[in-house]
């Protein structure tokens, strides 16, 4: 075989621009990571060089390390420098942080009033995932309206440790006149709050996810009417509301709720009638089958996947409760595809005697196990449903005769995989579909 040796001069500038691409398709670290993209192109010739630093979509993406800082000062700078090469191309940002730093000294602080406030940034910001303390992100929420005109995708982690006083009690202007937003995610705030104080263009979502914090019953009524447009919601509710009339949401399909207050009190306040994803989490003193009946009937005729997070003790409780959700949505003949028992505390479950409520289109089974009797009879499920994949999450170790039977459920072409627990309550459901 012969091989023909060019110069990169003979090249065309827009093969190579095409190669530089395709070499540099992750955000740029600060501080750089000198031994990868974009930084070993600059140094393969001068006209590679030249042409990087000409290559605005290489350079507006960048994601800030502030783990181990005191002053975040010269990396701060270091991303205005790199910004100039970036033209008036969106922006994506992003950056992390120490939880154990920021109880101490939040950098993020800094970073928010120096870097993301300033109009050169926060007018060209097209996606944004922060990390730090909430005090931290004040600022920026006070941004006034019109601040943000090309944010679609938002993304706001706040440590637990920083929070020391009740926050975001007053209304935010940074999102008024936001109107690309789509995508929203809040997480980490561990306390109550009300989503209506963020002024998000509700109309326009498509993504809500309120994570490890939780909304009042009646808050929802103040923003979830408007969501004519979402297809995803997550969120946790608590207290109580004396309304009866339902929310419609027509184009939600996936709806992952925390429930910590009666099921009465949010499964009747919302008809979802193009649902096909449902994640219910909630402890035992909340549930009552009834009002599940009636949401289950309206809303679940055609969920496909489903995931159960039951926070309870005994596996007495559990049983019945997984056992009354499965047998309500096989009455309906739900095309479930996509089944999750997680119940942390469990300890034993009759897999077998609830295959009778699963249905034939099960593709997808995921449940944890705490006992050896407990992986037998999910290892025996696995083997009377035949899904395409399961999912065994132990929470104690497996027997070798357990890894034999994995072995034999494989040989005989079904996918078995063994994960680790998550030790997070509120991961979110990743679904296989």
């Given at each position: 075989?012969?091989?023909?040796?060019?110069?990169?001069?003979?090249?065309?500038?827009?093969?190579?621009?095409?190669?530089?691409?395709?070499?540099?398709?992750?955000?740029?670290?600060?501080?750089?990571?000198?031994?990868?993209?974009?930084?070993?192109?600059?140094?393969?010739?001068?006209?590679?060089?030249?042409?990087?630093?000409?290559?605005?979509?290489?350079?507006?993406?960048?994601?800030?390390?502030?783990?181990?800082?005191?002053?975040?000062?010269?990396?701060?700078?270091?991303?205005?420098?790199?910004?100039?090469?970036?033209?008036?191309?969106?922006?994506?940002?992003?950056?992390?942080?120490?939880?154990?730093?920021?109880?101490?000294?939040?950098?993020?602080?800094?970073?928010?009033?120096?870097?993301?406030?300033?109009?050169?940034?926060?007018?060209?910001?097209?996606?944004?995932?922060?990390?730090?303390?909430?005090?931290?992100?004040?600022?920026?929420?006070a941004l006034p309206a019109g601040s943000l005109p090309l944010l679609e995708d938002l993304e706001i982690i706040v440590n637990k440790r920083a929070l020391q006083r009740d926050l975001w009690s007053s209304e935010a202007t940074a999102f008024q006149g936001a109107t690309r937003l789509r995508k929203v995610m809040v997480?980490?705030?561990?306390?109550?709050?009300?989503?209506?104080?963020?002024?998000?263009?509700?109309?326009?979502?498509?993504?809500?996810?309120?994570?490890?914090?939780?909304?009042?019953?009646?808050?929802?009524?103040?923003?979830?009417?408007?969501?004519?447009?979402?297809?995803?919601?997550?969120?946790?509710?608590?207290?109580?509301?004396?309304?009866?009339?339902?929310?419609?949401?027509?184009?939600?399909?996936?709806?992952?709720?925390?429930?910590?207050?009666?099921?009465?009190?949010?499964?009747?306040?919302?008809?979802?009638?193009?649902?096909?994803?449902?994640?219910?989490?909630?402890?035992?003193?909340?549930?009552?089958?009834?009002?599940?009946?009636?949401?289950?009937?309206?809303?679940?005729?055609?969920?496909?996947?489903?995931?159960?997070?039951?926070?309870i003790s005994s596996a007495d409780e559990v049983g019945p409760m997984i056992s009354q959700v499965l047998s309500e949505l096989s009455s309906l003949d739900a095309p479930i595809t996509d089944l999750k028992l997680i119940c942390p505390r469990l300890t034993s479950i009759p897999f077998t005697q609830l295959s009778q409520?699963?249905?034939?289109?099960?593709?997808?089974?995921?449940?944890?196990?705490?006992?050896?009797?407990?992986?037998?009879?999910?290892?025996?499920?696995?083997?009377?449903?035949?899904?395409?994949?399961?999912?065994?999450?132990?929470?104690?170790?497996?027997?070798?005769?357990?890894?034999?039977?994995?072995?034999?459920?494989?040989?005989?072409?079904?996918?078995?995989?063994?994960?680790?627990?998550?030790?997070?309550?509120?991961?979110?459901?990743?679904?296989?579909?």
């Amino acid at each position: 075989m012969d091989f023909v040796i060019m110069n990169d001069s003979d090249i065309p500038p827009e093969i190579l621009v095409a190669i530089v691409m395709h070499c540099v398709q992750d955000t740029i670290a600060i501080p750089p990571h000198l031994t990868e993209p974009p930084w070993t192109l600059l140094r393969v010739s001068s006209r590679w060089r030249s042409l990087v630093l000409a290559t605005p979509a290489i350079w507006c993406r960048l994601g800030f390390d502030l783990r181990g800082l005191i002053d975040p000062a010269p990396r701060i700078a270091l991303g205005r420098e790199l910004l100039q090469f970036s033209g008036s191309l969106p922006l994506s940002i992003s950056n992390t942080v120490n939880i154990m730093e920021t109880a101490m000294f939040d950098t993020s602080a800094t970073y928010v009033q120096d870097f993301l406030v300033p109009v050169s940034v926060s007018s060209r910001l097209q996606s944004l995932h922060f990390h730090g303390g909430a005090e931290s992100l004040e600022p920026f929420l006070a941004l006034p309206a019109g601040s943000l005109p090309l944010l679609e995708d938002l993304e706001i982690i706040v440590n637990k440790r920083a929070l020391q006083r009740d926050l975001w009690s007053s209304e935010a202007t940074a999102f008024q006149g936001a109107t690309r937003l789509r995508k929203v995610m809040v997480r980490g705030l561990y306390q109550s709050i009300n989503p209506n104080l963020f002024r998000f263009p509700w109309d326009q979502l498509r993504d809500f996810h309120l994570r490890s914090s939780y909304a009042s019953a009646d808050h929802l009524r103040g923003f979830l009417p408007h969501c004519t447009n979402l297809t995803s919601l997550t969120i946790g509710v608590s207290g109580t509301t004396h309304s009866r009339i339902p929310i419609t949401l027509p184009t939600l399909t996936s709806l992952d709720i925390k429930i910590e207050t009666l099921v009465a009190c949010i499964l009747l306040q919302v008809d979802c009638p193009n649902l096909e994803y449902l994640t219910l989490r909630m402890a035992i003193n909340f549930w009552d089958v009834g009002p599940f009946k009636v949401f289950a009937r309206r809303c679940c005729n055609h969920v496909k996947g489903l995931g159960l997070f039951f926070m309870i003790s005994s596996a007495d409780e559990v049983g019945p409760m997984i056992s009354q959700v499965l047998s309500e949505l096989s009455s309906l003949d739900a095309p479930i595809t996509d089944l999750k028992l997680i119940c942390p505390r469990l300890t034993s479950i009759p897999f077998t005697q609830l295959s009778q409520h699963i249905l034939p289109t099960l593709q997808y089974f995921t449940s944890i196990v705490n006992s050896f009797d407990l992986a037998d009879a999910f290892l025996d499920t696995v083997q009377e449903l035949k899904p395409a994949h399961a999912v065994m999450i132990p929470t104690c170790g497996l027997r070798p005769v357990h890894y034999g039977r994995i072995g034999d459920l494989v040989r005989d072409g079904l996918r078995v995989e063994v994960s680790s627990v998550s030790s997070e309550w509120e991961a979110p459901v990743r679904w296989f579909v």
